[in-house]
């Protein structure tokens, strides 16, 4: 069965304390593994994909890293505008449907001024 | 270009009671879903479709319906509405071909439903 665990649940830093959200994944094959962003009362927003094993990616403060059982998101000397919940999400190679993707529950990040 | 569009942005509906939720995107995607967002379970596929006139069942369709009668609209209709129901109701719609390369699914802002 397709799963997608993620943690912690919720993470508080201080402005400039770099930390990293973790996403363990167990899938028949990855076609693809998701991050995204979502802020209070709107719809996820698209940060990164990442393929196959030891891929990483970048976007200012933040980079993600792929394992073959998890993926971390790295976030370097976060300011208050990064607060928001992290989603991540993995598309089976194997599936029945079209694109299809299995969501974690996310990681709440505040990060206090 | 709007995206991905979303009405209404909230609703509350009496057990029993029916309606739509309507999702609009501008982009020409082909492929388009229904997702459920509850505390603590993540986003749960309702329905997809993968193109004008098809629709599937997701992780968790029942009590929903669905139609894709234009390419550009998808349709979620609860004709019986629980309090079961009661959740954020997210749209996303994607090019077969990845618009950018990388697949990435495009949401809409939500609908937040409330069934007493």
């Known amino acids: 069965e397709d799963q997608v665990t993620q943690s912690p649940e919720a993470l508080r830093l201080q402005e400039g304390e770099s930390s990293s959200l973790n996403c363990s994944y167990t899938?028949?094959?990855?076609?693809?593994l998701f991050w995204y962003r979502q802020d209070p009362g709107k719809g996820p927003e698209f940060l990164f994909t990442l393929y196959s094993a030891g891929e990483e990616k970048e976007k200012e403060r933040l980079k993600a890293t792929l394992t073959k059982k998890e993926s971390f998101l790295h976030i370097t000397a976060p300011k208050p505008e990064d607060s928001a919940t992290y989603l991540c999400a993995v598309e089976p190679r194997f599936q029945t449907g079209a694109n299809n993707l299995f969501f974690g529950t996310g990681t709440r990040l505040t990060v206090i001024p | 270009n709007a995206g991905v569009t979303q009405t209404p942005k909230f609703r509350v509906l009496k057990t029993g009671q029916s309606m739509t939720l309507l999702c609009a995107q501008d982009?020409?995607?082909?492929?388009m879903y229904w997702y459920r967002q509850d505390p603590g379970m993540g986003l749960r596929l309702i329905h997809y479709?993968?193109?004008?006139?098809?629709?599937a069942k997701g992780e968790v369709p029942d009590g929903y319906n669905v139609s894709r009668l234009k390419k550009q609209n998808f349709l979620l209709g609860l004709e019986s509405a629980a309090p079961s129901q009661t959740s954020v109701y997210f749209c996303?719609?994607?090019?077969?071909?990845?618009?950018?390369?990388?697949?990435?699914?495009?949401f809409g802002p939500g609908t937040r439903l409330t069934v007493l």
């Open positions: 996303a719609s994607i090019s077969r071909q990845g618009s950018s390369g990388y697949n990435e699914q495009f």
């Open positions: 982009m020409n995607h082909e492929y």
């Open positions: 479709s993968v193109g004008e006139g098809t629709t």
């Open positions: 899938v028949s094959g990855l076609r693809g």
